[in-house]
């Protein structure tokens, strides 16, 4: 009987002695990497020194006998091949939401597919709440649990970043929790090492990044070609510069000085807190305003009018709803000197809001009515002070059980709908509802 306790398959498969990616097994005995199986290779050494002789193939699954070199076949070996690369069918995917899994861990340790721990390395928490609310995007979800979609993609950022989605939401995984390593790498790499596992970094910086990234690396760089990632995220704004202001300070081509209006797609939706307050109260503690995120959103009415030192002022308005709908409040100010973060709690519901209440919502075709309802599926908190002192936590909806869960990296509990309002949001993704 193998001792699967040892094998962990999410660390970057390099060989422990010469640090080759290539050609690189590992033992089923002690789980470590080794390069090659022929003579004179590490692998083949370290089963004649430790008398380890099951070795598996990382490329592909297959097991062979060292040193005889023989392969191995045999249906127990089934089990290891899948937590190596889970694979999903089609109806195992439909079904996920509808299921109320639990597994348990070869500890015993129960477990939701889906909603486990992700490790925090050194200061990667900021990467960990943006893949778990990206694992809870059904399309997103559902397009990257079937391998077939990307196979041909020569990404690895595409590639590590599906692994790590299977990994998630694989039921058969021998820990109840995930090491996002390989995807960090792949992360580091893409990035030019702007974001990385040592370095706390700003989850809205990041998402942005990777969505853009995924979307260009999925379309093979067609600027106009559409994408899981563009599907889900994509709306449309129009913006009006005034005249006299901005890109509008100058007279048109008929030489009159006057509005210019543009539309421009976007894949999230920056709200302005109200300032905070400079004093405190009668008991001298510091006074935390509270805003309902319905007001935040009239920026987006077309009435409103935003004014910018380089872009002028500006009016917004709704063209097209995305499926998704991604908030950031912005509560960092930066200055010479420092950044300073906002306290402000935001008010919003966790069920069906209207953006049709708030502002001006897009029609179909002959006026049919869209829908324009939302539900929360991930509320991303920052805790603790601007730059390296902060930390992320996440609050995501379970759609099996229609409960919310805490997650802040391996650390995963139940939570009170009405707990998740009252903390500082940073970050928000909103499932547009089916029009009933």
Not at 58 to 74: A, F, I, M, T
Not at 99 to 110: H, Y
Request: proline share 5%; net charge positive; charged share 25%.
């Amino acid at each position: 009987m193998l001792p699967m306790q040892n094998l962990d398959f999410d660390f970057e498969k390099c060989c422990v002695v010469s640090l080759s990616p290539i050609n690189v097994y590992a033992c089923l005995v002690c789980g470590k990497y080794f390069q090659g199986r022929g003579p004179k290779t590490n692998a083949f050494t370290h089963s004649l020194e430790t008398n380890h002789h099951m070795f598996m193939k990382l490329e592909n699954g297959k097991v062979y006998c060292l040193p005889d070199g023989y392969e191995v076949e045999d249906r127990s070996l089934e089990v290891i091949r899948y937590v190596l690369n889970p694979t999903f069918k089609h109806e195992e995917i439909d079904n996920l939401d509808r299921d109320k899994v639990w597994a348990r861990s070869l500890e015993g340790q129960e477990y939701m597919p889906g909603l486990v721990g992700l490790n925090n390395m050194k200061n990667n928490d900021y990467v960990n709440v943006a893949v778990q609310i990206l694992a809870r995007v059904v399309p997103i979800r559902n397009y990257f649990l079937d391998a077939s979609n990307y196979s041909s993609s020569k990404s690895i950022l595409v590639k590590r970043f599906g692994e790590l989605l299977r990994k998630i939401w694989n039921p058969r995984n021998f820990k109840g929790q995930v090491s996002p390593h390989e995807f960090m790498q792949a992360v580091m790499g893409s990035s030019n090492k702007r974001f990385t596992i040592e370095q706390q970094g700003d989850v809205l910086e990041f998402w942005a990044w990777f969505i853009n990234t995924l979307h260009q690396h999925l379309s093979a760089g067609k600027r106009n070609k559409s994408t899981i990632i563009s599907k889900c995220f994509q709306g449309e704004l129009e913006i009006t510069t005034e005249a006299g202001s901005g890109k509008a300070k100058e007279p048109n081509a008929a030489g009159q000085v006057a509005d210019v209006v543009d539309k421009v797609p976007f894949l999230f939706l920056g709200l302005d807190l109200p300032a905070a307050p400079l004093y405190k109260d009668v008991m001298e503690t510091n006074i935390i305003p509270q805003v309902p995120i319905f007001d935040l959103l009239k920026k987006f009415d077309g009435q409103h009018t935003s004014d910018d030192i380089k872009a002028g002022r500006r009016r917004f308005r709704l063209t097209k709803l995305p499926s998704y709908l991604v908030l950031h409040i912005k509560r960092f100010t930066k200055n010479n000197f420092f950044v300073e973060k906002n306290p402000t709690i935001v008010n919003f519901p966790v069920k069906n809001l209207e953006l049709r209440d708030i502002v001006p919502v897009p029609a179909g075709k002959g006026g049919k009515v869209l829908p324009s309802k939302y539900d929360l599926i991930g509320n991303v908190v920052h805790d603790g002070k601007p730059g390296a002192g902060g930390t992320y936590r996440l609050h995501v909806h379970r759609k099996s059980e229609d409960a919310w869960y805490e997650v802040q990296d391996l650390r995963v509990t139940d939570i009170l709908p009405q707990m998740v309002a009252l903390s500082e949001t940073y970050m928000q993704v909103y499932e547009l509802k089916a029009q009933t």
